[in-house]
């Protein structure tokens, strides 16, 4: 079965670059998350996109943005990269309306913040 | 406040032997709870969720989790480790359309 794709699966960039996170979710799924994972902690709610409209945001830093496209996929747009955002941030695609929404992660993107 | 507790931070255990791994939530109505497993440098893969119904679910690799309202515990169990299920694993709620409060996770190791 299809999954969540993300790219790249690692990037390197240097202090005050910036990024930007692609997201595939599972074909038919209509709502998207982003989260942020740094090394030995949990994953981090960041923001999430329910066709096409931002549903609920969490702890997202002002110097990042993001999207969802007509065909579903995601981007998240980080500018003025600081070394901490050094981190593993994952996608994940559900499908609302089943009355069981679970949340497939995609692999990730490792960033990393020189 | 929303939030998920996993109590023990490391496990360790034998090959063989049986898993148990603690959560402990705290939400206003019942959650939707999930177990998801990571290995080093990979994404997240689901093992099991509970939604309603039957406390007691199944889920992949051969593990279960009970749902117990009175003590507000979802713990994942497996009665026989196999060195393959070395990772850390992530108790994890959701209130419906919403995202996703991880626990702090379980690192497993797994002795020959």
């Known amino acids: 079965a299809a999954g969540v794709i993300q790219s790249p699966r690692h990037l390197i960039k240097e202090k005050r670059e910036t990024a930007t996170l692609k997201c595939y979710p599972i074909p038919r799924h209509d709502t998207v998350y982003w989260y942020q994972q740094g090394p030995g902690q949990d994953p981090q709610f960041l923001i999430s996109f329910y066709e096409k409209m931002q549903s609920d945001k969490g702890s997202i830093p002002d110097r990042f943005s993001a999207q969802q496209f007509s065909d579903y996929h995601s981007e998240l747009n980080m500018s003025s990269l600081e070394l901490g955002d050094s981190a593993l941030y994952f996608c994940?695609?559900?499908?609302?309306?089943?009355?069981?929404?679970?949340?497939?992660f995609g692999p990730g993107t490792r960033l990393l913040v020189l | 406040a929303q939030s998920v507790t996993q109590p023990d931070i490391h496990i360790t255990v034998s090959e063989g032997a049986s898993l148990e791994l603690r959560c402990n939530y705290s939400y206003g109505a019942t959650p939707y709870l999930f177990w998801y497993v990571q290995s080093p440098g990979q994404g997240l893969q689901l093992l099991l969720k509970?939604?309603?119904?039957?406390?007691l679910v199944q889920g992949i690799k051969g593990f279960e989790a009970e749902f117990k309202r009175s003590q507000s515990s979802f713990n994942l169990r497996k009665p026989s480790v196999h060195w393959s299920d070395a990772a850390e694993y992530f108790c994890a709620l959701s209130g419906g359309y919403n995202k996703l409060i991880f626990g702090a996770g379980t690192r497993l190791a797994v002795h020959p």
């Open positions: 994940a695609s559900s499908l609302r309306g089943t009355g069981q929404e679970t949340q497939y």
């Open positions: 509970y939604f309603s119904g039957d406390t």
